[in-house]
């Protein structure tokens, strides 16, 4: 367990901000925000290359503050994958147990596990230079897990591979906590890599902590509109709630009215994800409490989807439809259009 309370550093003009943190042992614990939000720093503070101007650091209830890196317990692995270009993919991941002096045959036996579970034991004798970034990455990997960590801190380890190799060291990830077990820490600006491999989530933003929680509730409910606009929440309107009956509310967004299942009142922030909007080109009769008449002003396509944006009075919505529904509606400029969602959709910020 990692317990951080009351942090605070200052470093190059920037700093974190009384960060309170409690990782629970075996977990899976993400920081996700955007680039310049401190991650990195709160992660090097932890590991201790960094020491902290207030506050201290546990883990596993031990006070860790004032204790230099290598007496910590922790593994860390950087996107950049720091491995010894002199030395083979054997060599790297035995290291650390030479610095700490443990006995030949016990070095053996451990780097001969460590590169069965990350599946490199075929590449033991390569060097870096012959590996591919994910083989590179997975040596990094290795080499904080031999030591056997109390703790493995993981800096944007998937940033510099790219998508295929991401999405197969996102499940190595994956299997090998859940094979070892060891408290993680995995910093990311990646929102998918976030809610793939959290058990919970803390968002960053200017050195602060603005919200911690599930991947649904943080993705699902977030805490204000920062947090929903970097998680996704394209659609985000300024409205007052105008009426409420039966835990459903009316909020007037400037004309257009939406339900939602809210107890705020008065003024308020709503956001619905545009992955949660159906868009058609009859009325659509449904449970669905909101259902908005609007004209195709634009469309971006992102891959295998199509985010349309519609306008709706003075509002505009992006709506988020797979590429064969936008060519099967034979959708064009100016073509009037339903927008359905449900009252839960709706978060109220």
């Known amino acids: 367990m990692i317990l951080i309370e009351n942090l605070s550093r200052s ?6 901000k009384n960060i309170n943190l409690r990782v629970e042992d075996g977990e899976y614990f993400v920081i996700l925000g955007p680039t310049g939000a401190g991650k990195t720093l709160l992660l090097e503070t932890i590991a201790g290359f960094h020491p902290p101007d207030q506050g201290r650091i546990l883990i596993n209830g031990v006070d860790v503050t004032n204790l230099p890196p290598e007496r910590r317990g922790v593994g860390f692995v950087y996107q950049d994958y720091m491995l010894f270009p002199h030395m083979t993919v054997w060599e790297n991941v035995e290291f650390g147990l030479k610095v700490r002096g443990v006995p030949s045959p016990e070095r053996r036996r451990m780097v001969n596990e460590v ?4 599946g490199l034991t075929h590449l033991q ?49 994956k299997r090998i906590h859940e094979q070892t077990g060891v408290t ?27 919200q911690v929680g599930s991947p649904d509730d943080v993705f699902r409910r977030p805490k204000d509109d920062f947090v929903a606009r970097f998680v996704g929440f394209e659609n985000l309107f300024e409205g007052r709630v105008v009426q409420r009956s039966g835990g459903i509310s009316t909020i007037d967004l400037h004309g257009v009215r939406v339900e ?6 008065g003024r308020c922030v709503i956001g619905i994800r545009p992955d949660d909007i159906i868009l058609s080109r ?4 449904s449970s669905m409490r909101n259902v908005l008449k609007g ?21 505009s919505f992006a709506v988020l439809i797979t590429k064969r529904s936008f060519v099967e509606m034979n959708l064009k400029m100016g073509d ?14």
Do not use: C
């Open 125 to 173: 004798n390569r060097m870096p230079s012959t590996l591919s970034g994910g083989e590179r990455q997975k040596t990094a990997l290795a080499r904080a897990l031999v030591i056997r960590p109390r703790a493995l801190l993981l800096d944007e380890p998937l940033s510099a591979l790219d998508a295929n190799a991401q999405k197969r060291l996102r499940g190595e990830l």
């Open 295 to 315: 004209e195709v002003v634009d469309w971006i396509d992102v891959g295998p989807l199509i985010n349309v944006i519609v306008k709706v009075d003075t509002l």
């Open 282 to 285: 009859a009325p659509i009769r």
């Open 184 to 210: 993680t820490i995995h910093v990311t600006h990646n929102q998918f890599e976030a809610y793939f491999l959290a058990d919970r989530i803390a968002v960053m933003r200017a050195g602060s902590i603005v």
């Open 336 to 349: 009037k259009v339903y927008l359905a969602f449900k009252a839960s959709s709706v978060h109220v910020i």
């Open 11 to 16: 470093w190059r003009g920037f700093s974190l």
């Open 115 to 118: 590169l069965e579970l990350v």
């Open 260 to 265: 939602a299942v809210t107890q705020k009142t």
